[in-house]
């Protein structure tokens, strides 16, 4: 199972998530945010527990016409996937999968629990 870990340049977020993964030996590839494709970017919205809303960085302050109108549910899954593809800013970072499971944003109890069996390489 092969992870990849999406980042925002400059981001602590990011760089909390790549350290732990390095330091806890986890293969993985890291890739800018700014490089995912719409069809990604869709994939993450399915896998994501809230859908597409649940990928955006809530203190993004790039586009607020666009968090209001998805947090008030008035955009559909679709369409804040392709806002996001337009605009990978308002993605909440970092984003780790290996295309079956999702993590959003830096969470260290929830990368513990999801990497508990994952074989690691000898660092």
Not at 12 to 35: C, M, R, T, Y
Not at 36 to 56: D, F, M, R, T, Y
């Amino acid at each position: 199972m092969t992870w990849t870990i999406f980042v925002k340049p400059d981001c602590v977020d990011s760089e909390k998530g790549n350290a732990w993964l390095k330091n806890h030996g986890i293969p993985f590839q890291k890739v800018n945010v700014f490089a995912a494709s719409k069809e990604q970017i869709s994939l993450w919205a399915k896998l994501s527990e809230n859908g597409a809303a649940g990928l955006i960085d809530q203190e993004q302050k790039t586009n607020p016409a666009y968090q209001t109108n998805i947090h008030n549910q008035s955009l559909s899954d679709q369409v804040i996937v392709a806002i996001l593809a337009d605009h990978p800013a308002l993605i909440k970072t970092p984003v780790i999968t290996n295309n079956e499971q999702i993590m959003i944003g830096y969470d260290s109890d929830k990368m513990k629990s999801t990497f508990r069996f994952v074989k690691v390489r000898t660092l």
